[in-house]
């Protein structure tokens, strides 16, 4: 769960604001490939696709809305209702839009979306470790727990302590 509002306050912006764009954006992809000239404007060249496994955009629009974007959704959902596994889920879908990326750097010509949403990922996997506490030193030392009775007892019969 995270605590910490102004951390919660922009893990929820970030994480919704990639699911929506990512949905959108998958939906714009899919509506390309089905009918080019709908959205001719939007969606990219498919020169971009040359020397890749797609011959179209239906099926990176497909992944992108439902992987990336669903994975965001689900994020958002977990950060929004204080669920005990947000964690994980911002951290799944962190990696997600991560590894998208860099697949997309490798297959497609440069773009300034492309570094804006890896700094989303990064900073989304930055912000969970925050909340996780590594990267502070005020954390309390493990206590040692009292010995509980049964083993005061038992130390007792056998003559130790």
Known sequence: MIRRRPIRYLLLGLTGGVAA???AGGIALITGAIWPSA???ISPPLEHLEGSPFDSYLLPGI???LIVGGLHGV???A???RMNRANLAVTIAAYAIVIW???QMTIIPFSILQTVYLAV???EIGLVLIVLGVFSDDRE???HRPPDEARLAMRHRIGVG
């Open 79 to 81: 950060v929004l209702q």
């Open 39 to 41: 959205l001719s404007g």
């Open 63 to 65: 992944a992108l809305a």
């Open 75 to 77: 994020a958002f959902t």
């Open 141 to 143: 030392p493990p206590r």
């Open 121 to 123: 990922g990064l900073a």
């Open 101 to 103: 990326i860099i697949v």
């Open 21 to 23: 764009t990512s949905v």
